[in-house]
């Protein structure tokens, strides 16, 4: 952990921390010994399930990426990271920016640590801005000064939710925030979305992961499953391939392509609002 981490009061370095486990899994150095124990249980959980919890975590950073370069090269120029993470390789400023130069990014979480940490790798990057929010209340963060100096809401958008939506337990809570930003969105705007599913793993190996995030900073991982992840994108136009294993998820696969949603791992989509935006 570099000093930068160790001068930052007020982090219990003994909770583990879902934005440094996630650091460990893509094999990041800004994570404490409680963040790699609990890494490396989930890894282990994950081998009974028959998958590689590293694996899963890059198909996931790959997915963003695709996903931001299909939005870029489509006419969409400002992104909003809810739930960002620690900063490492092809972050959505830097796919955005070779796809989309002068793409506008807005990072946002509510880890000290992350915080720290982008707004260090953002300095003199005057089109993206960091700032602290948590996606249980997308109207604080839509309605932040900062966000409305940095974007034109009235313009498309993508608010990416990438991996960060599991986090929020009650299933109540998180349709709530997910319904209201899709409210917010203007046509044109989009929706990136990942979320992790259980699949037909057994019982007890899927309880032992819920309980080593119970442990952590974030408080539990929700179990949902893939009709309830699909009802996030309800009135928007679904891109193809659709709500696909993460690793399925590639422009150019026609929706309808065969997947095994019987396997672990995470579920990821686009949806993009219908209509023209604003001339």
Known sequence: MSDLDRSLPGIDTRVPSVARMYDYYLGGKDNFPADREAAEMMIEIGRQMGNDARQIAQANRGFLGRAVRLLAESGVRQFIDIGAGL?????VHQVAGRHAPGSRVVYVDNDPVVLVH?????????????LPGDVR??????????????LDLSRPYAVLLVAVLHFVVDDAEA???????????????????????????????????????????????ARRGHDEIAGYFAGLDLLPPGLVPVDDWSPGTPAGAPVDLARPGILAGVGRVPGQPAP
């Not at 900063?87 to 972050?91: A, E, L, S, V």
């Not at 982008?118 to 960091?130: E, F, N």
């Not at 917010?184 to 599913?197: K, W």
């Open 87 to 91: 900063p490492t390789q092809d972050n």
């Open 175 to 221: 349709a709530r925030a997910v319904g209201r930003i899709r409210e917010r969105l203007t046509p044109g705007s989009a929706l990136v979305l990942s979320h992790i599913y259980e699949g037909g793993a057994a019982d007890d190996a899927a309880e032992a992961g819920r309980q080593v995030y119970s442990a952590t900073a974030a408080g539990g991982i």
């Open 137 to 150: 209340d997308p109207d604080a963060i839509l309605d932040a000064p900062e966000v409305r100096a940095h």
């Open 118 to 130: 982008a707004r260090a790798l953002l300095a003199g990057a005057p089109d993206v801005i960091a």
